[in-house]
């Protein structure tokens, strides 16, 4: 008998926000705040609003559930200590028009990432995350599980909040729908004592 243990694991968050997209008017507000971003972006590119939209009042109703999941899963998950202050260092609306891509990134500089989704579509791509260390080969394999697979993906569905740790490495395929895939994604840092250093 051979006993099986994951050792290590990396959760995705996903919390269920029905009516909060319509309730603020974000979907038609964020393609908006794209619509007015200087700067240029490429075909192909998907389109940011400006960073600072956590200042903005009309995303403060978001920006408390962002708090309020952050405070439960650094309790409830994590264990971590009480006492941190919970600091979103930047919020931006993105615009994933038809035949754009999210490159695969990660969130420097942060502890915690997420998106919220402003709008569903038949046929969206789903946001996908990679497996930190690839292993350098790949048998082939009868059914993906968490030891096997590579990457893990989740249906992009409006009035859904996710988050996952900065580190964690994502992107999302081509939208090859005629309609642009709205969301809002955040960074969040924690600021007080870390090991052998103050942040
Ligand atoms: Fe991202």
Redesign the pocket.
């Known amino acids: 008998m051979i006993q099986v243990h994951p050792i290590f694991q990396t959760p995705v968050f996903v919390v269920e926000l029905e009516g909060l997209t319509d309730e603020l008017g974000l979907a038609e507000y964020i393609a908006k705040m794209c619509r007015e971003t200087p700067g240029t972006f490429g075909a192909g590119e998907v389109v940011q609003s400006r960073y600072n939209l956590n200042q903005d009042p009309k995303l403060a109703p978001l920006c408390e559930q962002v708090f309020q999941t952050v405070h439960s899963l650094m309790r409830d998950v994590y264990r971590y200590k009480p006492g941190y202050d919970i600091e979103i260092t930047g919020m931006w609306g993105?615009e994933q028009k038809p035949g754009c891509v999210?490159n695969a990134?990660?969130?420097y500089n942060n502890v915690f990432?997420g998106?919220f989704f402003l709008n569903s579509c038949e046929g969206f791509p789903p946001i996908t995350f990679w497996r930190p260390v690839e292993s350098t080969l790949s048998p082939m394999t009868t059914q993906f599980n968490v030891f096997n697979q590579g990457s893990s993906r989740f249906e992009a569905k409006k009035d859904t909040l996710m988050l996952f740790p900065s580190w964690l490495r994502?992107?999302v395929p081509i939208n090859q729908t005629n309609t642009p895939r709205l969301g809002v994604?955040f960074n969040v840092m924690l600021r007080g004592e870390f090991y052998n250093t103050m942040m």
């Open positions: 993105n999210f990134h990660i969130h990432s998106v994502h992107s994604s």
